[in-house]
């Protein structure tokens, strides 16, 4: 009987023991992505239309007012990955230049966490471009370039470009990004619903050209869309895409989202992945799942996002969008 219950022990000793390195074999990166409304510098740029950021512009953006901004959104991404550390990858949305990313990345709040970036250079009107923000530590970046919306050729005005990138994680998985910052509905009509639809027929071919050529490439597509899951531009994408936000009418009826407007949230900002990305977090027992980031400084009192302009008005704030993440395991 003592015998029995002895091996009993050692089995279940054994078993936790493996169970527990099972555990520990695995880690885990943050990916993340952010719409941070107008991020200007305050020199003026001859071939955009950026005048309105500037000291003497209708904003009034100050060097101040722009180097608070920076060490603000410094803090933001320290604390954004809670348990789970800074992000790994954090695509960046609304960003004017290079210029402005040195001096987040070197000069700003930021400098120590050793980040690297590459970044678009769009022929949209305003300037502002996406971001793909990395820690070479975690993420080796292998190749990377932009795609242009063809939209000139189709009698629209430039949008934003859309940057792939591809790198690994510690584990040798090879990860696929694709950034985007879709067209606005500004104006709205049917030119503006073409143009969109135009930049997800852009979008959908660099997926559909990836998984041409490896259906298990694990793949991520994030960004700004300008759009809520429902809407018809994500009929194009999704299959073969997954949504990782949640879907489900009972969960949309609280207030969720990255984004507020006119006294309602909605989720602009999305993070979409490939079949075999998803069977992979499964297979490490972990579904794909992302979140919007509600850290109390990026919120008013009434719980919404502490914009940096009401209008022409300077409110001093982060953004006007919540930022998104999900956690990646290997």
């Keep these: 009987m003592f015998r029995r219950y002895t091996l009993a022990f050692l089995f279940l000793l054994v078993a936790c023991i493996f ?70 990858v954090l695509g960046l949305c609304e960003v004017e230049n290079d210029s402005v990313m040195r001096d987040l990345t070197r000069r700003s709040a930021l400098r120590t966490a050793g980040y690297e970036f590459v970044m678009t250079k769009s022929a ?70 073409r143009h969109r639809r135009l930049a997800v027929q852009t979008l959908r071919s660099i997926v559909d050209s990836l998984m041409n050529v490896d259906s298990n490439a694990k793949l991520l597509v994030m960004g700004d869309f300008n759009a809520s899951y429902d809407e018809q531009i994500f009929r194009q994408l999704c299959p073969p895409l997954q949504e990782t936000l949640p879907t489900s009418r009972q969960a949309l009826m609280r207030p969720v989202g990255t984004y507020y407007y006119q006294r309602q949230w909605s989720y602009l900002d999305h993070i979409l992945v490939s079949p075999a990305l998803a069977d992979w977090q499964r297979s490490l027992q972990h579904p794909c799942a992302s979140a919007e980031v509600r850290l109390p400084m990026l919120l008013t009192r009434e719980g919404t996002p502490n914009r940096t302009y009401k209008g022409p008005f300077y409110n001093g704030g982060i953004s006007d969008h919540l930022p998104l993440k999900m956690e990646l395991w290997y």
């Design 124 to 193: 949209d009107h305003r300037g502002v471009d996406v971001v793909f923000l990395y820690n070479p530590n975690v993420f080796r970046l292998v190749s990377w370039h932009p795609v242009r919306v063809p939209s000139l050729q189709h009698g629209y005005s430039p949008t934003r470009d859309i940057l792939y990138a591809k790198g690994l994680v510690p584990s040798f998985d090879t990860l696929h990004f694709v950034l985007c910052h879709l067209p606005s509905k500004s104006g709205g009509g049917r030119s503006a619903t």
């Design 19 to 88: 169970a527990v390195m099972g555990v520990q074999a695995q880690r885990r990166v943050v990916i993340a992505e952010w719409n941070v409304e107008n991020l200007f510098d305050t020199i003026d740029d001859e071939r955009t239309a950026d005048e309105a950021f500037l000291p003497q512009g209708e904003y009034h953006w100050t060097s101040g007012r722009y180097w608070r901004k920076l060490n603000a959104m410094a803090g933001v991404l320290s604390a954004l990955g809670g348990d789970a550390g800074m992000p790994a």
